[in-house]
């Protein structure tokens, strides 16, 4: 063989190589960022190759780069705002969900266009996983509110953690995904249960302005409690379950499109890892 083709031979080989590892660049960066790599087409007057049946497998440690596993800080006490710009707030619902209110709660939420958070107790959300998965397709945040709805600061660490654990199970089976947040029912906290939720990955939220709906006191007073309390960063509580949640759903229907008139961007919240 001449040497001019042995030289155009090394250089094709060359060429070859080069564009297996460029191949294989363009996969991590799809697989970092989630977006796919441009590819161009033949040039005019080429036919387009057929994919090769065989594929060239990575070798083992040649794979894209893992990510550090996300870690949540133990608090000391539960996040009450929520950062943001603007005139952001965040409309959280409890013990959910209940087939005879949840849904029309969904449907206002939908109607304008705007997500809340729903703390659901787990006895009810594993027999409404429809809805779970509804909240989740569109948009909104599912939280662990435990399994039934106990005073915490009673328990021990092990049923604390029976409590949430059974919880995030049910969410995930319904939403694909564990919950990142909780609430402790009744707003009873402790150390235990700041450790354990930071364990299984969920960040503390309490709230900032309370409805008082569970007491049924009439739909204009919780309207006029959101109204007054309506401010940037803050939380507002209202339940979906738990008893007779109608005036509930009938102030939403009330105070919702007059916080979007006003200028207030209803919003949730992102996790911030450490």
């Known amino acids: ?33 989630g977006d796919a790599p441009a590819r161009s087409g033949p040039a005019a007057g080429a036919q387009a190759r057929r994919p090769s049946a065989y594929r060239l497998q990575p070798l083992t440690g040649y794979g894209p780069p893992r990510a550090a596993p996300r870690r949540t800080l133990v608090r ?69 509110h435990t399994w039934s709805h106990p005073l915490l600061t009673r328990l021990t660490r092990r049923q604390i953690r029976r409590e949430m654990e059974r ?11 564990r919950p990142e947040w909780f609430r402790a029912p009744y707003g009873a906290w402790n150390r235990a249960t700041f450790q354990i939720g930071a364990e299984l990955g969920m960040e503390p939220l309490a709230w900032t302005v309370d409805t008082l709906d569970w007491t049924t006191p009439g739909t204009r007073s919780i309207v006029k409690r959101v109204e007054n309390g309506a401010a940037p960063g803050v939380v507002v509580l209202s339940h979906d379950a738990g008893g007779d949640r109608s005036q509930s759903v009938r102030a939403l229907r009330r105070y919702l499109p007059g916080l979007l008139d006003s200028g207030y961007r209803v919003t949730v919240p992102r996790r911030h890892y450490a």
């Open 167 to 177: 919880t995030s199970d049910v969410v995930e089976d319904a939403c694909g995904e």
């Open 1 to 33: 063989m001449k040497k001019d083709q042995l030289l155009t031979r090394r250089a094709a080989l060359l060429a070859g190589a080069g564009a297996v590892g460029a191949a294989a660049t363009a996969g991590v960066l799809t697989a970092v960022t």
């Open 76 to 144: 000391r006490e539960p996040l009450l705002r929520v950062s943001g710009r603007g005139r952001a707030m965040v409309l959280t619902f409890d013990d959910g969900p209940d087939p005879r209110y949840t849904p029309d709660i969904l449907d206002t939420l939908a109607e304008y266009d705007v997500r809340a958070m729903f703390f659901v107790c787990g006895e009810k959300a594993a027999d409404s996983r429809e809805l779970l998965a509804r909240m989740a397709d569109e948009g909104h945040v599912v939280g662990n």
